[in-house]
């Protein structure tokens, strides 16, 4: 598994206490099932990259932290919604609670 960069824990050591448990259980998915991706800050938060190509990644936004997908409208398993004009779809969540470890890793496979 690759090591998580400087500037990600550095993202996740400025979240607030609302959205680190979300950030801190997002990114230990995201490292598990995306093991061989690039992972570093990007325009301002985490984001992994096959190739060069953005694949997900998540931000804390003012109400909620947004998992986003950049071709998460072609997916076949439910539950994210599009988001803007492009192929990409997004969940927002404001607790913990909310993640689904298992759709996130189908979402992520």
Known sequence: ???TPDDVHAYQDRLDAESRPICDLLLEIIAS???DAENKVW???PVWFFDGNPVVGYDRLKASVRLLFWSG???STPGLHPE???KAAEIRLTD???IDEGLVAKWLA
Do not use: A, K, Y
């Open 1 to 3: 598994m690759t090591q």
């Open 33 to 35: 099932e995306l093991p």
């Open 43 to 45: 325009h301002g938060h």
């Open 73 to 75: 409208q072609s997916f």
């Open 84 to 86: 803007g004009s492009f």
């Open 96 to 98: 913990v609670s909310q």
